[in-house]
Nanobody, 121 residues
Framework: QVQLAESGGGLVQAGGSLRLSCAAS????????MGWFRQAPGQQRQLVAT???????NYADSVKGRFTISRDNVKNTVYLQMNSLKSEDTAVYYC???????????????WGQGTQVTVSS
């Protein structure tokens, strides 16, 4: 069983910063791509940023230059540093990881429980 545990959400004023963390635990052979998605009220879940096991990154246009994704492969942890936050960044942020738990088993897509980020203007 694999679990993703997120932390770091909260309330911040516009222009401020937050850092989200997500640690994968359980039976893990290999962690492939990891990423962050977000879902605002009444909207679909959308990609924020992803990072491969080799460190290649991809960002949504709306967060480029403000957010930075990184990972620690030893700790199976992914981070999202969010700077210059705007009110439109308010959403529930979900961690995502593609993980293979054992030899001969396929990769599975896992999700965290979500953490609320609220940016006040």
């Amino acid at each position: 069983q694999v679990q993703l545990a997120e932390s770091g959400g909260g309330l911040v004023q516009a222009g401020g910063s937050l850092r989200l963390s997500c640690a994968a635990s359980g039976r893990i052979l290999r962690t492939n791509a990891m990423g962050w998605f977000r879902q605002a009220p009444g909207q679909q879940r959308q990609l924020v940023a992803t990072i491969t096991s080799g460190g290649s990154t991809n960002y949504a246009d709306s967060v480029k230059g403000r957010f930075t994704i990184s990972r620690d492969n030893v700790k199976n942890t992914v981070y999202l540093q969010m700077n210059s936050l705007k009110s439109e960044d308010t959403a529930v942020y979900y961690c995502n990881a593609v993980i293979r738990s054992d030899w001969g088993r396929p990769d599975y897509n896992y999700w965290g429980q979500g953490t609320q980020v609220t940016v006040s203007s």
